[in-house]
């Protein structure tokens, strides 16, 4: 059974209130020394994963990480490299970039580096992400590029994650509601990150809030908020 953190957010990564989640992360993951695994896989399909992971490390350094490794994964050879994935083993906060979810989970799903990754996390690491990121280690994500509902990675099962949702994130709820009526929706507003406890409760942080849906019943939460996907 996995012992560590999980953290999601929802998009808009890089500044402003993120700090608070991530700043948390970090703590949990040991502290400005703790070292940090940055994955730009989403962003590889238009080519920005340099840019992206650059952004990333930035981001982490600015909020006083001082061991922060952008870990190349674009695609299913990088992503079998035995070099690469331990470097993610090593890590103790994992944190995918957002883009293209659907590229996403297709280039980690049964790789080298997508189990390292989970080891670490099943050590007591932080494994999360935002927006794509964070769609992907849920049971089901929609795939805008394919216009479907696509098998997640399933760390948190029975989930469904709708990123942006302050935005044009919300849109997509109803479809998604009726594709999944089983399962718990949670729409997470940009600027907006919940990170969970090995116990399974979750705590919300940053600017926006948190609206879970079971079917047509719906409950929002807000900085500070903490609660549990039941």
Known sequence: MATGY???EGGAEFGGAMSEPDREAIRLAGGPGAPVAILPTAAAPDNNQDRAGRNGSTWFRTLGATSVDVVP???HA????PALAERLRRSRLVYMLGGFPGHLADTLRGSLAWAAALQAYGDGA???GSSAGAMVL???YYDP???QVRPGLNVLGGTCLIPHHNGFGRAWSPRLLQALPAATMLGIDERTGILSD???SWTVYGSGQVTL???AVFRTHRRGESFDLA
């Open 138 to 140: 849920c049971e089901h």
């Open 73 to 75: 994964v674009i695609d």
């Open 198 to 200: 090995p116990r399974g």
């Open 126 to 128: 932080v494994l999360g």
């Open 78 to 81: 990088s992503a079998n490299d």
């Open 145 to 147: 590029e394919a216009a």
């Open 213 to 215: 849906y079971h079917g």
């Open 6 to 8: 999980l953290l999601l």
